[in-house]
């Protein structure tokens, strides 16, 4: 498998994050996991194997998804704290300057990503599966074989995060039953 191919697989990936992470969240938190992983393995042993770098990043996001039916909020503060930190670091990275303080960047949008998510449970999950979808979007792109601008990638990137949030917005509005609705009987 060669890394267009992981880039199309990280575009599909982070449109379902963006799409569907609240609704379905186990498998957002499990698409996390191989998102997380992916960019990770790739960014430090770019020179491995893709199929590599997929059945690891696969493996760890099975591994999310089972470990988020036992312990939902748990790991939806981690997952959250993972995607902002990520998220805002490699922003810093490109819009404003690759130092020290990146790291700083990173533990910061980390720590709101877990406080978004501890104190607005679902409106944490619904901004950050949706800005950490629509990142991974732009990133994917970025290793594909389309050749876009950063820019664009990132403008498209961006347009997917808020499409993500308003479509979650949407089904978080409809799960809710207005007061005084009649309850289905036994």
Do not use: C, E, N
Request: glycine share 12%; proline share 2%; charged share 10%.
């Amino acid at each position: 498998m060669d890394s267009a191919v992981l880039g199309w697989m990280l575009v599909g990936a982070g449109v379902v994050l963006a799409l569907v992470g609240r609704h379905v969240f186990w498998l957002a938190v499990g698409l996390v996991g191989f998102l997380l992983t992916s960019s990770l393995v790739r960014a430090l042993l770019p020179d491995l194997d893709p199929t590599v770098v997929t059945v690891l990043a696969l493996a760890v996001g099975a591994a999310g998804a089972i470990v988020t039916v036992k312990s939902l909020r748990l790991v939806a503060a981690i997952a959250a704290a993972l995607l902002l930190a990520v998220v805002g670091r490699a922003l810093f990275v490109l819009y404003v300057d690759d130092s020290a303080w990146q790291w700083l960047v990173f533990a910061g949008a980390g720590a709101l990503g877990w406080l978004l998510v501890r104190v607005l449970f679902d409106v944490g999950i619904v901004v950050t599966t949706a800005l950490g979808g629509g990142w991974y979007v732009a990133s994917g792109l970025g290793a594909t074989d389309v050749d876009l601008a950063s820019a664009t990638t990132l403008w498209i990137g961006l347009g997917t995060a808020l499409v993500g949030m308003l479509v979650q917005s949407g089904a978080l509005r409809r799960s809710k039953k207005p007061a005084g609705a009649a309850q289905p009987s036994a």
